[in-house]
């Protein structure tokens, strides 16, 4: 499978700006990929706004990544603010290039920011099913907890969307290296770039990451679209030769 991340700055609270942007970017891609990634609340930046950005499923925002992921016949995946049942959401949509949508909810609501305050945390682990990979598409905070990450679903991919602040910037490059050797997968982390309305910088460091814990894609610190391909079967043989996930312990996650 060919994946292609999108690393770029994001305009605050403006889904049209963001989405003619990544619009733009996403049909200047020439290679033939199959996934598309985007970072964190791309259409807004990280807000606890969500009363001015929200949109429903049934948005303007939702329909464009269906529309998109279909006339270029490439899935798509970023999170986005959404609001159901009077309750707002980190949500993170997968969109298949069917225009066929799944969804998961942020589970790690991030206390520093006040995140917990305004959003509803997500009480679901979401595993996607695409082109014969298991996927598991987790959400920025959520890399600091490898309980609920860990790979009791057998998943080829771990996908972290972020707005990750260049401050902490060794946490993400080291869980992300972690969350691949421990759970023998590809990991992927897609942030942002630039300075956010809070003033807090952001460098990046979008990577791919092998199931040894080798760089496919180093971290990158400039905006651009970068590109690399996954070899499940070389995975698999890896799996089989090391043997580490069946060793590993049973548990069961509360709340879930």
Not at 43 to 55: C, I, K
Request: aromatic share 12%; with cysteine; glycine share 6%.
């Amino acid at each position: 499978m060919k994946i292609a991340l999108i690393q770029t700055d994001l305009y605050w609270e403006s889904p049209e700006k963001n989405r003619n942007y990544f619009e733009q970017k996403i049909h200047e891609i020439s290679e033939a990929v199959d996934l598309i990634v985007l970072p964190e609340m791309f259409s807004t930046g990280f807000t606890m706004n969500p009363s001015s950005v929200a949109e429903t499923m049934q948005g303007e925002t939702v329909e464009w990544m269906s529309l998109l992921a279909r006339a270029t016949k490439r899935a798509i995946t970023g999170s986005l603010v959404i609001e159901e049942n009077g309750e707002f959401y980190n949500r993170l949509l997968f969109v298949f290039p069917s225009g066929e949508t799944k969804y998961y909810d942020k589970r790690h609501l991030f206390t520093l920011a006040g995140e917990d305050k305004v959003y509803t945390k997500g009480d679901q682990k979401l595993i996607v099913d695409y082109l014969g990979w298991k996927i598991c598409p987790l959400i920025c905070y959520d890399l600091r907890f490898p309980v609920f990450s860990r790979n009791t679903e057998s998943y080829d991919l771990l996908l972290y969307v972020a707005n990750w602040p260049k401050i902490r910037t060794n946490a993400w490059d080291t869980l992300l290296k972690a969350r691949a050797i421990e759970n023998m997968c590809y990991s992927v982390g897609v942030n942002r770039i630039g300075l956010d309305y809070h003033g807090y910088e952001h460098i990046g460091h979008s990577q791919v990451i092998d199931f040894l814990g080798e760089y496919l894609i180093t971290p990158q610190e400039i905006e651009g679209v970068f590109i690399t391909e996954l070899d499940k079967e070389k995975m698999y043989e890896t799996r089989k030769k090391l043997d580490f996930l069946n060793d590993k312990d049973q548990f069961i996650i509360q709340g879930l």
